[in-house]
């Protein structure tokens, strides 16, 4: 079985464990997948991620209730603290980060992963769980001496809030520290980085990580062939999905073969420029958008 099916697999029976709120379940889900040979990393973005999204979408649907997304949400949080003991954190950056969702927004997935990817990439972090009042938060950044903010809003209603928080900690701290803004409320606004008081947005928590380590200036540090392969597969992944293409209508388009097209987007095959070039025509995307590198300026 490919990657691919594995992932799906994975994804599926993930999704019913947490409608069905079975934590026990949901443990031996995970547990499988790394048996499988499935890494920390892609259950993180490829199975809980997905999986927490899709519950939220049937919440709001009316198909489960409040008291089961909860439940879900509980049972996602203790997944995740279940791989990240199993994940070796790099070499201390000595940066500090505070991580929080913005205030109001319930929703702490998001932000609860950037938080572990930012520790596993050698960072301190301070993860307050729960949306922080601006001037409270303000406050906590400039104890911690933090370098930077990573905000995270779900919901475009409370990206308002975003802003009020930017501006009370630039306010509060001298020098500011940086200030980064994620979450899937970002695909619903047209607002960019300076119109939501932030130094840069980031799409997803490879990019966050990514747009990071730019804003504190560690651009002389490159990620690993490995850390690259899979920015590269999750962006080529992202493009796919947005126009609603298959595995097998891109490798058709590209002239590549399916399976090659798998484990290129789970960051299993390194590409030749030749290979890399085929799949951007195919998509219709300039080269660029699909070789990502930490040094690459962010939006807005």
Known sequence: ????????????????????GEPVLARAVIEQALGRGLSRAEIYLEVLAPSQIRLGEMWHEGSINVAQEHLATTITMEMMDYLRQGMTPRKGLGMRAV?????????TIGARMIADFLAMDGWEVFFLGNGTPGKDLAEFVRQRNADLVALSSTLPEFLANAATAAGAIREANSPPPKILLGGKALDRTTQGAEELGCDATAGDVLEAVAESRRLVGLREERLSLEEQLAMMGLKIKEARTSRRMTQQALADASGLDRTYISLVEH?????????V????????????????????????
């Open 1 to 20: 079985m490919d990657r691919e099916k594995l992932l799906t697999e994975a994804r599926d029976r993930y999704g019913e464990a947490l409608i069905l």
């Open 99 to 107: 991580v929080t969702p913005v205030e109001g927004d319930q929703h």
């Open 267 to 275: 960051g299993k095959q390194n590409l030749s420029i030749g290979a």
């Open 277 to 300: 070039l085929k799949i951007a025509y195919a998509l219709d995307v300039p080269i660029g958008d699909l070789v990502v590198s930490p040094s690459s300026e962010g939006k807005g």
